[in-house]
């Protein structure tokens, strides 16, 4: 299992920037992508960006040119880089591992874009 602890949410006004971190632990060595996660009040959960372990990316077409994913493999850590946020961007971001058919979860990080 893995363990994943977001940090960096917050307040932002729009037009701003934040950046999340992931710090990942336990059996890391079987990770073989990890990605970032949204979820809106009354909306379903949707992938925000994904990295695999090779670097290849993943974005959603709504964050393109706007968000970027990347890894500091030496600290098991994922970063969500968000630029120019809009408060559509507001929602609840999930850090998520997949190591084979096993997907596990953080907690969960508030971002809140005000107009």
């Known amino acids: 299992q893995v363990q994943l602890v977001e940090s960096g949410g917050g307040l932002v006004q729009a037009g701003g920037s934040l950046r999340l971190s992931c710090a990942a632990s336990?059996?890391?060595?079987?990770?073989?992508?990890m990605g970032w996660y949204r979820q809106a009040p009354g909306k379903q959960r949707e992938l925000v960006a994904a990295?695999?372990?090779?670097?290849?990316?993943d974005y959603a077409e709504s964050v393109k040119g706007r968000f970027t994913i990347s890894r500091d493999s030496a600290k098991n850590t994922v970063y969500l880089q968000m630029n120019s946020l809009k408060p559509e961007d507001t929602a609840v971001y999930y850090c998520n591992a997949r190591s084979g058919l096993t997907r596990d979860w953080g907690q969960g990080t508030q971002v809140t874009v005000s107009s």
């Open positions: 990295i695999t372990t090779g670097g290849s990316t």
């Open positions: 336990g059996n890391i060595f079987r990770i073989a992508a």
